[in-house]
């Protein structure tokens, strides 16, 4: 799957990931951080999956209706979770996430809330 990891994100998730065969972009390797709105639009753009920390990107989407490519968004794993919670999510619902959902993981609990019309 194709991924955009948010610079929140720690950077050695990328090598993970991109070990289990994942297409991934990490914006904490750009030059300067171009704001969540950019790096949404970049991930929507480039019909990346986002992957962050942040929770201001659900308000962008679900407040302001920016348009993006699913976004995975982790809450309170490690550093060192952080790509295991990757693979595992992707195994699951990475079709879910391609058609636009919006999923928080977080340890023992997962939540989804499904694509929207203008989401994708």
Known sequence: MRLLLDSCVW?????????AGHDVLWAGEWDEDPGDEEILSRAFHDRRILVTLDKDFGELVI???QRHSGILRLVNLSARQQAAACIQVLATHGTDLEAGAIITAEPGR????PASPTSS
């Open 110 to 113: 997962l939540r989804i809330r």
């Open 63 to 65: 407040v302001r209706g």
């Open 11 to 19: 950077g050695g998730v990328r090598q993970d990931m991109r070990a």
